[in-house]
C-alpha cells in the first residue's frame, strides 16, 4: 500500500513555478521520501530524494517539513516538457524495490 | 550511456496465446526489475533480480508468469497463457548497486505496451 497522499491532478501555466504537495503523515525515522516522474509513453525518471533536509538539483528542490509528515516538490521554471505524472514515494532506508502509487497528474498550460 | 532497452515496444496478442519481453539493463547494474502499468496506475512491481538471483518475486502470479536472468545481464519476462486482464505496460528497470551500497536511483526503459484481445 501506498504510503503517501497526493492530488490527483495540477494545473500550472508555463514558466511559473509548480509545486506539488505530498503527505506522508506516517513516515518514520529511516524512510526517504523520492520523486519520480513519468512523460507520457516513457518509464519513469528519477527526480530527487531526501531524508529530512531540503535537497535541490538540477530538475527541482524538495522541501520537506520539520515533522516530515509531508513534503513539496518545486519545478522552478515550469515548461511544456514537464508535462507529467509525478509520483511520491516513502521508500525504507535498506529497501531497494520502489513502491509507487497513483500520483499527480501534472499539466503545464501555454 | 545508453539507457534501458526494451523490446518489443507493442505486442498484441490472444488470450491464452504466450509472449516474452525482453530487457537489457544500463552495462554493469546489477539490480533489475520487472514492474508491470495498467493503464491509469502506477507501476508495480512483479520481480526483483539482484545479479542473476531473484530478491523479490513476492508479486509475481507465478501460475503463468516467469522470469528469468542468466548470466546476471539481459532478462526476459514470459506470460504463459495469457489472459485479458494482463494487458499492461511492462516496465524494466535497473540499478547500478542495491539500496545497502548506495544505489539510489532506479533507471527505466520505454516499456512493452501488450494487449491481450
Known amino acids: 500500500d501506498a504510503k503517501t497522499t497526493q492530488p490527483t491532478s495540477m494545473d500550472c501555466a508555463e514558466g511559473r513555478a509548480a509545486n506539488l504537495p505530498c503527505n506522508h503523515s506516517?513516515?518514520?525515522?529511516?524512510?526517504?521520501v523520492y520523486w519520480y516522474r513519468q512523460i507520457h509513453s516513457q518509464g519513469p525518471q528519477y527526480i530527487i530524494h531526501?531524508?529530512?533536509n531540503n535537497e535541490t538539483n538540477e530538475m527541482a528542490s524538495l522541501i520537506i517539513t520539520e515533522d516530515r509528515k509531508s513534503s513539496t516538490l518545486i519545478l522552478p521554471h515550469a515548461t511544456l516538457r514537464d508535462t507529467a505524472v509525478y509520483y511520491c514515494i516513502v521508500r525504507p532506508n535498506r529497501d531497494d524495490k520502489i513502491i509507487f502509487g497513483k500520483g499527480t497528474r501534472l499539466h503545464i498550460l501555454p | 550511456e545508453a539507457g534501458v532497452a526494451q523490446s518489443p515496444r507493442y505486442k498484441i496478442i490472444e488470450k491464452r496465446q504466450s509472449v516474452a519481453f525482453w530487457c537489457n539493463p544500463i552495462?554493469?547494474?546489477?539490480?533489475l526489475y520487472w514492474y508491470q502499468q495498467i493503464l491509469g496506475q502506477g507501476p508495480k512491481l512483479l520481480i526483483q533480480?539482484?545479479?542473476?538471483?531473484?530478491?523479490?518475486d513476492s508479486q509475481l502470479p507465478k501460475d503463468r508468469f516467469s522470469a528469468e536472468r542468466l548470466k546476471g545481464v539481459d532478462s526476459t519476462l514470459k506470460i504463459q497463457p495469457a489472459k485479458l486482464e494482463d494487458s499492461a505496460v511492462y516496465l524494466c528497470?535497473?540499478?547500478?548497486?542495491?539500496?545497502?551500497?548506495?544505489?539510489?536511483?532506479?533507471?527505466f526503459g520505454s516499456g512493452t505496451q501488450l494487449s491481450v484481445l
Open positions: 552495462s554493469g547494474h546489477a539490480t
Open positions: 531526501g531524508l529530512k
Open positions: 528497470a535497473s540499478s547500478l548497486l542495491p539500496r545497502r551500497q548506495g544505489g539510489e536511483k532506479l533507471f
Open positions: 506516517t513516515i518514520s525515522g529511516n524512510e526517504y
Open positions: 533480480f539482484q545479479n542473476n538471483g531473484v530478491v523479490d
